[in-house]
């Protein structure tokens, strides 16, 4: 499968633009197992980087100009790399612009002497769009190791990382936090990212599905969330009045012992969004412990203590989404939650192997039930982070 898609990368690439180019670089999407709206505001994360990919087939060129296109439309999109501004026309190419952005800021201030130069690229991808598997940050990931290499401006990892929440943050417009990129650059086999988001910190921590009989499976619900529409930003917004009205930096510093007065002060709304992030810091924290200590098959009720705190307190869940939490319960995955940045997007299912046909169809005969889209249902697993390819 990489073989193919690299091969066919590479062939997009000259077809767009009559040469080869120097090299292809991946990186993959990434699953949060818990800590949701919690990388914002300090706290936790426990993500892992999956086996879907974007590839980035990159050369540079001897002008200024940076030309992006893809697979999936026919527009070349193209900005001097040195004068890349938010700018609504750059449509998906916000994401590569945005990393090549970034990047440049981060080498002016490290570096003495940098001079970008435009680069040509081409991109593909077997990360699912819009189902809040991060295939934004794939993009900006892959991009962004490739630039690195090729500008030689030796930024590691974690600088990586700030560089794709950067673009995404000031080119695109959403004001995400560092838990995507995070994971799709410290990613490893089968290992999930434990991410303390304050110190950026970050450990591997075995995971250890298969060796239990586990699968993680993906319920795409076909709900297209996206993270520039107001939800998102409204949820980080209430954390930061939440935190401020405590006096605390941010809800990092609220802990579960704090709620009391937290319920004193603040009004029911914001009660709730901050009750959501303290008590999911708690949840990855005893997730973490609770695998190394006893073992996946012990972690399920977190993850659904975590989708009960998301549609009730956080109040970024959809009937969808809950419906293939409930359903995959019921018939068999001894944990469900939605993830990613809600109002769409996908549940995860943690499911013993021999239900997982049971769970499947269970699913896919509710949703026809009820009139929904039919969703996609698949299983990953945790991969490798970012990397070049040839
Ligand atoms: C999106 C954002 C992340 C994070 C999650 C919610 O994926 O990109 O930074 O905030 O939502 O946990």
Known sequence: MTDTLIASVQAGFEAKYCYAPTGVW????????????????????????????????????????????SSFSDVVHEADVTAIARDAAHDWAAYPFGAA???????????????????????ESDVPVGAGLS??????????????????????????????????????????GIMDQSASLLGETDHAVFLDCRSLEAQSIELGFAAEGLE???????VAHRLVDGGYAARRAACEAGAAALGATSLRDVTVADLGRAKELLDDVTYRRVRHVVTENQRVLDTVKALQATGPRSIGKLLYASH????????ISVDELDTAVETALRHGAIGARMTGGGFGGAAIALTPIEKIGEVSL??????????????????????????REI
């Open 101 to 123: 952005w970034a990047i440049q800021e981060m080498a002016n201030s490290l570096l003495k002497e940098f001079e970008a130069t435009g680069f040509d690229c081409y991109i």
């Open 216 to 222: 993680l499976l993906i319920i795409d619900t076909k």
């Open 135 to 176: 295939s934004s940050a794939a993009i900006e990931c892959s991009v962004a190791l490739a630039l690195n290499d090729l500008w030689s401006v030796g930024l590691d990892r974690r600088q990586l990382a700030r560089v794709g929440q950067m673009g995404e943050n000031v080119i695109v417009g959403a004001p995400t």
């Open 362 to 387: 269970s699913v896919l005969a509710e949703f026809e039930a009820l009139g929904y889209a039919k969703p996609d249902i698949f299983a990953v697993s945790a991969a490798q982070g970012a990397k």
């Open 308 to 315: 009960e705190s998301m549609r009730d307190d956080f109040e």
């Open 26 to 69: 991946s990186a993959p999407g990434r699953v949060n197992l818990i800590g949701e709206h919690t990388d914002y505001n300090e706290g936790f994360v426990f993500p892992f980087a999956i086996n879907r990919h974007t590839f980035a087939a990159i050369s540079l060129r001897s002008d200024s100009v940076a030309r992006v296109s």
